[in-house]
């Protein structure tokens, strides 16, 4: 006869990782405790670099700092990737806008889990746009072996 520890090892592994998800979730809530931007969507994110001047608030008029609220310019990023897109705001902003959210616009409501095989057809905030800590940044996305619409 088996040990019962042996036995249930699937089982507990199973109620590890949701307790995992579970803490991962609560770890996503922005500062303000306003929770995920989306849980619809998927917004797995990696950090990546970037040039110095990306990833320091621009200089021109209508950007810069907001009293202590500090301000980037929106990049265009469509035609990017999406994981890319969301490593180029992660480094923009030095991670103060680390989450954000997609969606499929092919109309078929599927959800991006792995975001390197996704590409960017459209951005919620036009590029130019400034942009801070309360920003929401949506992609609109497709497959990248697909046309964007």
């Given at each position: 006869?088996?040990?019962?520890?042996?036995?249930?090892t699937?089982v507990?592994?199973?109620?590890?990782?949701?307790?995992?998800?579970?803490?991962?979730?609560?770890?996503?809530?922005?500062?303000?405790?306003?929770?995920?931007?989306?849980?619809?969507?998927?917004?797995?994110?990696?950090?990546?670099?970037?040039?110095?001047?990306?990833?320091?608030?621009?200089?021109?008029?209508?950007?810069?700092?907001?009293?202590?609220?500090?301000?980037?310019?929106?990049?265009?990023?469509r035609?990017?990737?999406?994981?890319?897109?969301?490593?180029?705001?992660?480094?923009?902003?030095?991670?103060?806008?680390?989450?954000t959210?997609?969606?499929?616009?092919?109309?078929?409501?599927?959800?991006?889990?792995l975001?390197?095989?996704?590409?960017?057809?459209?951005?919620?905030?036009?590029?130019?746009?400034?942009?801070?800590?309360?920003?929401?940044?949506?992609?609109?996305?497709?497959?990248?072996?697909?046309?964007?619409?």
């Amino acid at each position: 006869m088996q040990d019962s520890a042996k036995r249930w090892t699937p089982v507990r592994y199973c109620l590890g990782m949701a307790a995992l998800a579970m803490i991962l979730t609560a770890c996503r809530n922005d500062p303000s405790g306003a929770g995920p931007t989306d849980t619809a969507t998927a917004t797995t994110t990696a950090t990546a670099t970037a040039s110095t001047a990306a990833g320091s608030p621009a200089d021109s008029p209508g950007t810069g700092t907001a009293g202590d609220r500090p301000q980037w310019t929106m990049p265009e990023l469509r035609g990017a990737g999406l994981q890319a897109a969301q490593d180029r705001i992660q480094a923009l902003t030095g991670d103060a806008i680390f989450f954000t959210s997609s969606h499929d616009v092919s109309g078929r409501g599927r959800h991006q889990i792995l975001d390197r095989d996704w590409q960017v057809c459209s951005q919620n905030v036009a590029a130019g746009t400034p942009i801070g800590v309360g920003t929401k940044i949506d992609f609109g996305v497709v497959k990248t072996s697909e046309q964007c619409p």
